[in-house]
């Protein structure tokens, strides 16, 4: 059994910053690449950012100078280091862990509300 979970989200004016957190845990094979998705009402699931074993990251164009994406190997825990949030940020944020055999395991989401 393998539990993501996240932590961080909640409501802050545009301009503001929030961080989110994710934690994988239980029998979990090797994590290889954790990210962030989100989404909103009637729109599929983007990828926000991704980070690799080796730290190689990846980024939606819209975020890309605003948030940044970290991980500690050690405890499988991945971060999200939102800046400059704007009220299109708003959505479920979702936490991916995906492990060496590309077996995918997904938080509950964390919504981030982002007020203009």
């Known amino acids: 059994q393998v539990q993501v979970v996240e932590s961080g989200g909640g409501l802050v004016q545009a301009g503001g910053s929030l961080r989110l957190s994710c934690a994988a845990s239980g029998s979990i094979f090797t994590v290889d690449t954790m990210g962030w998705y989100r989404q909103t009402p009637g729109k599929q699931r983007e990828m926000v950012a991704t980070i690799t074993r080796s730290g190689r990251t990846n980024y939606a164009d819209s975020v890309k100078t605003r948030f940044t994406i970290s991980r500690d190997g050690a405890k499988n825990t991945v971060y999200l280091q939102m800046n400059s949030l704007k009220p299109e940020d708003t959505a479920i944020y979702y936490c991916?862990?995906?492990?060496?055999?590309?077996?995918?395991?997904w938080g509950q989401g964390t919504q981030v509300s982002v007020s203009s």
């Open positions: 991916n862990v995906r492990d060496l055999r590309k077996v995918d395991f």
